[in-house]
């Protein structure tokens, strides 16, 4: 399909647009009260209402529509007494645009020596202080609801790549029951709120979750319980079977993925949106993405290289320094260092969704094909 609009409407300000399609890749709009996210899409990771060494300007200047944040740590620190305080995460956080955050379902699996898990909820003690909380389908929503964020996550069970079969299902049935509840709860204005599919790497499991998940008719819908240590052949396999099966006018996002070769792939998969905190952990871990692979900055090569990270880069980094400066400021520890090499990982990303976009609005599949290619490594 191509220059074919499919617009659902689940609010007044949620609603998502299909632009056009190139095979199972998918290019499309999601439009939120406070703004418009361009799909494919990357969403860079502020876990605690922050880009670590970036400011909300420096963020939208990589080319970020969207940021992530995670429920279940605000919820801990700072609390909701703060979040209230501000009038929501956007007010704390200085960022006007849309923001998406995760339930906390996958710190259950992080977290597991820490908490005790029943149909009802979880008893979690804190890696902060040691507190003790319940959480609740209906708590978690409540925060979210508070947070005001423009797209909330249902509380689900995320279990392990070696987890059993029988904990699998019933980690899935569990996450149905608590999608059901999370679905009931209020919302804030105009907040959508997406289901959550498990099933681990079982395509059969999977399209049972799906099946049970999308009849909740949730706004949108996500693979989770991947990249938890099941391989990229794997999660390729079950990304191609599941995600052209996801409702077609409704938002598709696979959690926590990933490297540039995951996001190419789930791309062609037929996935809309994605997240992870590679960019902005290996850029503070000295390592620097490019079209011919990732460069580690700490290798005596660069120690007269007067050269930028990538000449082809339009980010700040690669506009004003050169590989030598940022070699210099990651030894001495400079933090500096972390802003300019997030600003470049960022950028990076970004440039790749923008690729991946008009290739599909253009309907080019060998320039698909090609990225595919280019990022197979």
Same mark, same amino acid.
């Given at each position: 399909m191509n220059d074919t609009t499919t617009t659902t409407t689940t609010s007044q300000e949620f609603r998502f647009e299909l632009d056009a @399609?190139?095979?199972?890749?998918?290019?499309?709009?999601? =439009?939120?009260?406070?703004?418009?996210?361009? @799909?494919?899409?990357?969403? @860079?990771?502020?876990?605690?209402?922050?880009?670590?060494?970036?400011?909300? !300007?420096?963020?939208?200047? @990589?080319?970020?529509?969207?940021?992530?944040?995670?429920?279940?740590?605000?919820?801990?620190?700072?609390?909701?007494? *703060?979040?209230?305080?501000?009038?929501?995460? =956007?007010?704390?956080?200085?960022?006007? +645009?849309?923001?998406?955050? /995760?339930? %906390?379902?996958? &710190?259950?699996?992080?977290?597991?020596?820490?908490?005790?898990? /029943?149909?009802?909820?979880? !008893?979690? $003690?804190?890696?902060?202080?040691?507190? $003790? =909380?319940?959480?609740?389908?209906?708590?978690?929503?409540?925060v979210q609801r508070r947070l005001g964020v423009d797209i909330a996550m249902v509380f689900d069970h995320c279990p392990a790549a070696d987890a059993s079969d029988a904990f699998k299902r019933e980690a899935m049935d569990r996450s149905t029951r608590w999608a059901a509840q999370c679905l009931d709860q209020p919302r804030a204005p105009g907040q959508a709120v997406f289901g959550i599919v498990q099933g681990g790497v079982d395509l059969a499991l999977r399209r049972e979750h799906l099946a049970a998940i999308a009849e909740l008719a949730p706004d949108g819908l996500a693979l989770g319980g991947l990249a938890v240590g099941e391989g990229p052949q794997e999660m390729d396999r079950v990304v191609s079977a599941i995600a052209p099966e996801m409702p077609a006018e409704k938002p598709r996002?696979?959690? %926590?993925? %990933?490297?540039?070769? /995951?996001?190419?792939?789930?791309?062609?998969? %037929?996935? !809309?949106?994605? /997240?992870? *905190?590679?960019?902005?952990? =290996?850029?503070?871990? +000295? &390592?620097?993405?490019?079209?011919?692979?990732?460069?580690?900055i700490a290798n005596s090569r660069f120690r007269h290289d007067d050269g930028p990270v990538d000449p082809e880069c339009d980010c700040l980094t690669c506009q004003r320094f050169t590989l030598a400066y940022l070699k210099h400021l990651y030894q001495t520890k400079e933090i500096l260092y972390s802003t300019l090499a997030t600003t470049h990982n960022l950028r990076f990303y970004q440039r790749l969704m923008r690729r991946l976009r008009q290739a599909i609005m253009d309907n080019n599949k060998a320039r698909l094909a090609a990225l595919s290619a280019q990022f197979a490594g």
């Amino acid at each position: 399909m191509n220059d074919t609009t499919t617009t659902t409407t689940t609010s007044q300000e949620f609603r998502f647009e299909l632009d056009a @399609t190139c095979g199972n890749a998918r290019a499309g709009r999601i =439009h939120t009260a406070h703004g418009t996210v361009e @799909t494919p899409a990357f969403m @860079t990771v502020g876990t605690y209402g922050a880009v670590r060494g970036m400011s909300p !300007d420096g963020v939208r200047a @990589t080319g970020a529509q969207i940021i992530l944040s995670n429920t279940l740590h605000l919820y801990l620190r700072p609390g909701l007494e *703060v979040i209230d305080l501000h009038g929501g995460l =956007h007010r704390m956080m200085g960022w006007d +645009g849309p923001i998406l955050t /995760d339930s %906390g379902g996958f &710190q259950l699996m992080s977290l597991k020596s820490m908490l005790r898990i /029943d149909d009802e909820g979880v !008893d979690l $003690r804190s890696p902060i202080d040691g507190s $003790r =909380h319940r959480l609740t389908p209906a708590l978690v929503m409540e925060v979210q609801r508070r947070l005001g964020v423009d797209i909330a996550m249902v509380f689900d069970h995320c279990p392990a790549a070696d987890a059993s079969d029988a904990f699998k299902r019933e980690a899935m049935d569990r996450s149905t029951r608590w999608a059901a509840q999370c679905l009931d709860q209020p919302r804030a204005p105009g907040q959508a709120v997406f289901g959550i599919v498990q099933g681990g790497v079982d395509l059969a499991l999977r399209r049972e979750h799906l099946a049970a998940i999308a009849e909740l008719a949730p706004d949108g819908l996500a693979l989770g319980g991947l990249a938890v240590g099941e391989g990229p052949q794997e999660m390729d396999r079950v990304v191609s079977a599941i995600a052209p099966e996801m409702p077609a006018e409704k938002p598709r996002y696979l959690m %926590g993925v %990933g490297f540039p070769r /995951d996001l190419v792939a789930s791309v062609q998969g %037929g996935i !809309d949106l994605f /997240d992870c *905190v590679i960019p902005t952990r =290996h850029a503070r871990n +000295g &390592q620097l993405f490019t079209p011919e692979g990732r460069i580690n900055i700490a290798n005596s090569r660069f120690r007269h290289d007067d050269g930028p990270v990538d000449p082809e880069c339009d980010c700040l980094t690669c506009q004003r320094f050169t590989l030598a400066y940022l070699k210099h400021l990651y030894q001495t520890k400079e933090i500096l260092y972390s802003t300019l090499a997030t600003t470049h990982n960022l950028r990076f990303y970004q440039r790749l969704m923008r690729r991946l976009r008009q290739a599909i609005m253009d309907n080019n599949k060998a320039r698909l094909a090609a990225l595919s290619a280019q990022f197979a490594g």
